[in-house]
């Protein structure tokens, strides 16, 4: 399908998603903020929360009482997916143990607090909520930032892919977490607003935009050197939303020791348009832009020598290291063969052609389209073991403010990983700096139980 047919069709769905009206689900006022839920125009959840740290925590729970529950029982479905004999209170145990019990000491209190307010909130157990964000998700995405020389306009345009498995099934009810996948446009006091995408109960980030134009997305990077005592992934990317007013804050953040795991970050500024790159696992840190030596690498890995030429103005990863420094401790394989287009390698070839293909056109609307493309051209006719399981893709303009989304529906069960990952599903498109300044309508009641 040609970009221009792929645009026309997401327009004609975002005219006809426009015309419905936004619905107030709740309202929850707590002493530092008001929080509220919303049904968008467009027929996606948006959290919007005010305050501390611990009553926006407070918010989300009362707001979701019963989404809460779910995502637990969604996540309780995908471990039984893959081990049917392991109780999810045994499952919670060794989770907790292994790695949050060993996070602890290197996550900010207000984190914490925040998920004490959800677990007090939505009347569910702590210690199951702490267990599940210990959770590493071995999972495979894609981002890219494109600014200069690459862009329609000279701006700074930002797109990724979250690639997490699909299988969070509530297996009583068959409702998947997907299925109540949120936007949630932070306001902390004292610090930077932010917006993120997540599931009702997690409060960590795998990526997002903030107010004073900073992007970042995180990227697995499998790696022969990771370790659970330190500060994890999804709080690292959140103190870059609430703390970085640019791209060199943003690194002091990420690279702040002791590095806990193998990942990498793409991360991104509007104000003076640039990007850079940062792969990192427990022992070391590779950071460096467009022109950076990671970009115009030579190496061999497992008896196959891999090329990179950098693309000006554009930053580009998918989940395996371009630098020397990391590549030696990379876990894995990063080519699958001739005929297997999910590997990163094949992943990071084909988007760089689409990306080279529209160099100097790029824009919100290419960009997205890119995306889209790139997921659907590769796994369109294959077999549904090959799909790349997609939860979420976005693409911003920070500039602006508008972003343009797509979330992953229903259980793969029913249908395959192709038609519910989120390069399938219609996209909407909303700005952060409106969302930041909406208010609920005071006429609805506040959130009861549920």
């Known amino acids: 399908m040609s970009l221009k047919k792929s645009f026309l069709i997401g327009l004609c769905l975002f005219l006809f998603h426009s015309f419905a009206h936004a619905e107030v689900l709740g309202v929850y006022k707590t002493e530092s903020g008001t929080g ?3 049904k968008s125009e467009q027929g996606d959840l948006i959290l919007h929360l005010e305050g501390t740290y611990y009553d926006m925590g407070l918010q989300q729970g009362n707001l979701l009482k019963k989404e809460v ?3 637990l029982d969604c996540v309780k479905g995908l471990l039984h997916h893959y081990d049917p004999l392991v109780p999810m209170s045994v499952a919670s145990a060794i989770l907790y143990e292994y790695t949050y019990a060993k ?10 607090v925040e998920l004490r307010g959800v677990a007090e909130g939505a009347g569910v157990d702590l210690k199951t909520l702490q267990s599940v964000h210990g959770l590493i998700f071995l999972a495979s995405c894609s981002s890219v930032a494109a600014w200069g020389n690459a862009t329609r306009d000279g ?4 797109i990724r892919s979250l690639d997490y498995p699909l299988n969070f099934v509530d297996p009583k009810t068959g409702v998947a977490i997907q299925d109540n996948s949120l936007i949630v446009i932070y306001k902390p006091r004292g610090e930077i607003p ?9 409060v960590g980030s795998a990526g997002g935009m903030n107010a004073q134009g900073v992007l970042i997305s995180v990227l697995t990077n499998q790696s022969k050197f990771e370790n659970p005592a330190g500060l994890p992934m999804i709080f690292r990317v959140k103190q870059v939303l609430d703390k970085a007013n640019s791209v060199d804050e943003a690194i002091r953040l990420i690279g702040a020791k002791p590095f806990e795991g193998g990942y990498n970050f793409v991360i991104a500024q509007t104000k003076y348009p640039q990007a850079i790159a940062v792969e990192m696992d427990a022992r070391e840190i590779y950071i460096g832009g467009w022109n950076g030596p990671a970009e115009s690498n030579r190496y061999h890995y497992r008896g196959k020598e891999y090329v990179y030429e950098p693309i000006p103005d554009v930053v580009l990863r998918t989940n395996h290291p371009l630098s020397s420094e990391l590549i030696s401790h990379h876990r894995g394989k990063i080519e699958r063969g001739k005929k297997d287009d999910s590997s990163s390698s094949a992943r990071y070839r084909d988007l760089r052609a689409r990306v080279l293909k529209e160099y100097g056109n790029l824009d919100l609307e290419t960009m997205n389209q890119i995306m889209r493309a790139h997921y659907q051209g590769m796994y369109q006719g294959k077999n549904d073991r090959k799909y790349q399981p997609t939860m979420h893709q976005v693409a911003y303009d920070p500039a602006t403010g508008d972003f343009i989304i797509a979330f992953a529906k229903g259980d793969p069960k029913k249908s395959n990983k192709f038609k519910v990952s989120a390069y399938n599903q219609p996209y909407h498109r909303y700005n952060f700096y409106e969302l930041l300044q909406r208010t609920p309508n005071t006429e609805y009641p506040e959130a009861k139980s549920q």
């Open 194 to 202: 932010y917006l993120t995408f997540n599931w009702p109960g997690f």
């Open 155 to 158: 701006k700074l345009y930002f």
């Open 103 to 112: 996070e602890i000491p290197y996550i900010p209190l207000k984190y914490q």
């Open 69 to 71: 529950r779910l995502s």
């Open 36 to 38: 509220w839920l919303e």
